[in-house]
């Protein structure tokens, strides 16, 4: 088992950042990959980025130039730094977890975007 433990998120004007973080402990594969997924209301869940154990990263299009994933020094955690934040991007947004076969997700975290 894997818990994901998530942190930051809240309420931020257009233009402005916020940084989502994200630890992951218990049965934790060397090989894995971690990212976030956001669910808007009444849309789908979809991916926003994703980093392997090694740094590869992939970015949804419409987050990419202004998003930025990266992996703590403990490879375990992971954090999401969101810079000119548009009001399309509020959702839930959830760390996930995923490595041989198994996928764990967080609570979710909310992220608003309004003046």
């Known amino acids: 088992q894997v818990q994901l433990m998530e942190s930051g998120g809240g309420l931020v004007q257009p233009g402005g950042s916020l940084r989502l973080s994200c630890a992951a402990s218990?049965?934790?594969?060397?090989?894995?990959?971690m990212g976030w997924y956001r669910q808007a209301p009444g849309k789908e869940r979809e991916l926003v980025a994703t980093?392997?154990?090694?740094?590869?990263?992939n970015y949804a299009a419409s987050v990419k130039g202004r998003f930025t994933i990266s992996r703590g020094n403990a490879k375990n955690t992971v954090s999401l730094q969101m810079d000119s934040l548009k009001p399309e991007d509020t959702a839930v947004y959830y760390c996930?977890?995923?490595?041989?076969?198994?996928?764990?997700w967080g609570q979710g975290t909310q992220v608003t975007v309004s003046s």
């Open positions: 218990g049965s934790i594969f060397s090989i894995n990959v």
């Open positions: 996930n977890y995923a490595a041989r076969y198994s996928t764990y």
């Open positions: 980093i392997t154990s090694v740094g590869m990263t």
